[in-house]
């Protein structure tokens, strides 16, 4: 398990390897201040292997272990900039914790976040990070990520972390009225999708190819 680190560890190379992940972020097409602001303020290195520290500022997905991996920057500023599109993101729910940086990241843009990971070790890792940067409003619990989390619904807004098949039904039946989904569905080849709930039912919208380990079912 992964120590977790001060936000001071890089001093100012970290800050300047953040500022330049924003940078390319924004030429990536992200135009949410919002979301940009509450990416630059999540220190990531904290969140990686301390062997990974050196590259968390990179724009790909790293190693967590457990056959997991944290996402790469742009994927989770993308899924989040298409939630709040327009709206607040209000009570959120994350499917797959993992260490706890896109909660983190979550955390800066509501009050409300409610995050699960199926895997006990990396739970555990994902709370200690938290505490590390004193981001202690995230609500973390190990359970199946495609139950969702019933005792806390409805929820406005839900990410998904790992590609399904499928859209479990369980997250659907735990969307708030005009409340959005964004999961990667597919197998060989994923593709983001986004799911409201309005009036007339689900509407679907497909954004980007994306690559995510799979959404299992169960616990460890």
């Not at 973390?140 to 005792?151: I, M, S, T, V, W």
Request: hydrophobic share 45%; charged share 25%; proline share 5%.
């Amino acid at each position: 398990m992964n120590t977790p680190r001060a936000n001071t560890g890089f001093g100012m190379t970290s800050q300047r390897t953040r500022t330049r992940m924003i940078e390319r972020l924004r030429e990536q097409g992200i135009v949410d201040e919002e979301v940009l602001a509450a990416i630059a303020a999540v220190p990531r290195h904290v969140f990686v292997e301390e062997a990974l520290a050196s590259r968390a500022y990179e724009d790909t997905a790293l190693p967590l272990g457990y056959s997991q991996t944290i996402s790469q920057p742009y994927v989770v500023a993308r899924m989040i900039e298409a939630l709040r599109a327009g709206r607040e993101l209000g009570r959120t729910l994350e499917i797959g914790a993992g260490c706890g940086y896109q909660a983190a990241v979550l955390a800066q843009l509501t009050q409300e976040v409610y995050a699960v990971e199926r895997i006990a070790p990396l739970l555990d890792r994902a709370k200690l990070n938290l505490r590390a940067i004193k981001e202690l409003k995230v609500r973390l619990k190990h359970a199946d990520g495609q139950l969702g989390l019933p005792e806390a619904a409805p929820f406005d807004s839900i990410i998904v972390a790992a590609a399904a098949a499928r859209v479990p039904r369980a997250l659907l039946q735990q969307l708030a009225p005009h409340g959005r989904l964004i999961l990667p569905l597919g197998v060989s080849a994923q593709q983001l999708a986004l799911i409201e709930l309005r009036p007339e039912g689900f509407v679907e919208t497909r954004l980007d190819a994306v690559r995510f380990v799979p959404l299992l079912s169960g616990v460890e």
